[in-house]
């Protein structure tokens, strides 16, 4: 795959990022899974890798680029953060022993029941029902709602999911978002407040599995543009379209209706796990 074409696909990347909090994950493994076919077994194990250092990239910037307040709910945090980057750790580990199918098929299956689990349970693309004695929000002025931006204390994550969140994520490659923003949709976040502090828990992540993958090569050690386990041809080029992107769209932030946001992260996941499939 020419490095003009995966720089047109980061700036898809880099949209996914900043609309969905994905920091690159379920775009960049199929993608590299398919650029680096010739790798045989070893190009999903690359794959996952470079997906590590791509989404820690772009997550760092749509963090630092954030809205004042918008990670607000995170603040004090810190033992979720430390699971989450020892789970990351965890979870890259595994992956290096572990055969390319299981790796492939887990990142598949993962993504088939995730899918599911958004379609048929109520809270993510419809309303949860009200827990009796619960306030109505439709009755929360739009002022209120917007202050809090719809989510609990501490952005409705639990400390102790910390550790397989992290761990989930890193084996196969996906970020943290998958996991966190449908906790934090059911917990009454707004499509926009979940995917904003997605991308400072995908960081929470990315970056010991990025450190990981770096010092600990793939088995095809000796493949050209291999650094680690990652190629870093192919995480230049998709860098290279996706941080200009997250910047411009971070200044000026596109609001989506609640329904079209939900839907189009959950036709993200569906496109990526096929693409995965067919590779």
């Known amino acids: 795959m020419s490095f003009v074409v995966l720089v047109l696909i980061g700036v898809l990347v880099g949209v996914t990022t900043v609309l969905f909090g994905f920091g690159g994950g ?19 194990r690359v794959a996952t890798a470079t997906s590590a250092l791509v989404m820690l990239v772009n997550a760092a910037v749509a963090t630092a680029s954030a809205r004042r307040g918008a990670l607000t709910p995170l603040r004090g945090r810190w033992t979720l953060f430390l699971l989450l980057g020892g789970g ?22 993962y993504l088939a029941v995730t899918v599911a689990d958004l ?10 029902r009200a827990r009796p004695g619960a306030p109505d929000p439709s ?19 639990p400390t102790v999911a910390g550790l397989p969140i992290g761990a989930a994520a890193a084996f196969l490659g996906v970020g943290g978002s998958v996991m966190t923003v449908p906790v934090m949709r059911r917990a009454g976040a707004t499509m ?3 995917t904003t502090l997605a ?8 970056l010991p599995a990025t450190i990981a993958t770096l010092l600990v090569p793939a088995g095809a050690l000796h493949a050209a543009g ?17 941080v200009p992107v997250i910047v411009l769209l971070r200044r000026r932030p596109p609001h989506l209706p609640e329904a079209v946001h939900a839907w189009g992260y959950l036709g993200l996941l569906v496109a990526a796990g096929v693409a995965v499939a067919v590779a």
């Open 26 to 44: 379920f775009v960049t493994v199929p993608i590299i899974t398919v650029a680096d076919a010739a790798l045989g077994g070893d190009a999903v």
């Open 88 to 109: 990351g750790v965890v979870g890259v580990a595994a992956a290096r022993f572990a055969p390319d199918v299981l790796i492939r098929w887990g990142f598949v299956v």
């Open 119 to 128: 379609v048929l349970r109520p809270g993510f693309l419809r309303p949860g």
């Open 139 to 157: 009755a929360q002025s739009t002022a209120s709602r917007a202050t809090a931006a719809g989510v609990p204390t501490g952005g409705g994550l």
């Open 192 to 194: 926009s407040a979940a």
């Open 199 to 206: 991308n400072p828990l995908t960081l929470a992540i990315a």
């Open 226 to 242: 291999l650094v680690g386990a990652v190629d870093v041809r192919a995480a230049a080029a998709l860098l290279l379209g996706a």
